[in-house]
């Protein structure tokens, strides 16, 4: 018996939901990213082979750079907003909802406290222009830094209830006697558990 011999078709495969997922994706993934903020100085870590992440939450970071200069910082916004608050307790200062807003856009700031308004009115381009934040002053006659720590601490246990982290980034060129200042900040304030941020080494 003869054998049906079937026409073979030219297979052809459509793309058209392929194509609409991919730019669902790709429309999800522009809209849901964040813009990552400027820095205020450039810091080049020290290098390590240690490879332990800093929490995603309930962080606080102070920054040394450019000849001691010191920066602090607060992850959350919600805690950003506490903790100016408490600063305006501290030294008599207000501040407007407004002001409270755009503070709880900075991942970073470093200005004495007479400043804090003027450096808030900025624009984020004129704020990180060289010269404009002269670091947050820290030594024995005018220690600011530890109070932002604590009003920092104060704040995340209002807000989160939770301890606060702290971690310290330090450029490699810094001298050690200004990383010891902050450390002994730190530990002033019972808090003896923090992380040194570094750069990744090769092996």
């Given at each position: 018996?003869?054998?049906?011999?079937?026409?073979?078709?030219?297979?052809?495969?459509?793309?058209?939901?392929?194509?609409?997922?991919?730019?669902?994706?790709?429309?999800?993934?522009?809209?849901?990213?964040?813009?990552?903020?400027?820095?205020?100085?450039?810091?080049?870590?020290?290098?390590?082979?240690?490879?332990?992440?800093?929490?995603?939450?309930?962080?606080?970071?102070?920054?040394?750079?450019?000849?001691?200069?010191?920066?602090?910082?607060?992850?959350?916004?919600?805690?950003?907003?506490?903790?100016?608050?408490?600063?305006?307790?501290?030294?008599?200062?207000?501040?407007?909802?407004?002001?409270?807003?755009?503070?709880?856009?900075?991942?970073?700031?470093?200005?004495?406290?007479?400043?804090?308004?003027?450096?808030?009115?900025?624009?984020?381009?004129?704020?990180?222009?060289?010269?404009v934040q002269t670091g947050?002053?820290?030594?024995?006659?005018?220690?600011?830094?530890?109070?932002?720590?604590?009003?920092?601490?104060?704040?995340?246990?209002?807000?989160?209830?939770?301890?606060?982290?702290?971690?310290?980034?330090?450029?490699?060129?810094?001298?050690?006697?200004?990383?010891?200042?902050?450390?002994?900040?730190?530990?002033?304030?019972?808090?003896?558990?923090?992380?040194?941020?570094t750069g990744l080494r090769?092996?």
């Amino acid at each position: 018996m003869a054998k049906v011999k079937m026409s073979k078709k030219a297979t052809a495969v459509d793309m058209t939901a392929m194509c609409d997922v991919a730019f669902l994706l790709l429309t999800f993934f522009i809209l849901t990213a964040t813009a990552k903020q400027p820095e205020i100085v450039p810091v080049e870590t020290p290098a390590s082979t240690v490879q332990v992440k800093l929490p995603d939450t309930d962080l606080a970071i102070i920054t040394i750079a450019d000849g001691g200069k010191v920066f602090f910082g607060v992850k959350a916004a919600d805690v950003r907003i506490k903790t100016l608050e408490l600063i305006g307790e501290e030294y008599n200062l207000s501040f407007t909802d407004e002001e409270k807003k755009r503070f709880s856009l900075m991942e970073e700031f470093g200005v004495p406290v007479n400043q804090l308004n003027g450096l808030i009115k900025l624009s984020s381009t004129d704020r990180n222009k060289e010269g404009v934040q002269t670091g947050i002053p820290h030594d024995s006659l005018d220690n600011q830094l530890t109070v932002w720590v604590k009003a920092a601490r104060n704040a995340n246990a209002e807000v989160n209830e939770k301890q606060l982290n702290f971690a310290i980034k330090g450029d490699a060129k810094e001298q050690y006697p200004e990383i010891k200042k902050i450390i002994d900040i730190l530990q002033d304030q019972k808090v003896n558990k923090f992380n040194l941020v570094t750069g990744l080494r090769g092996e």
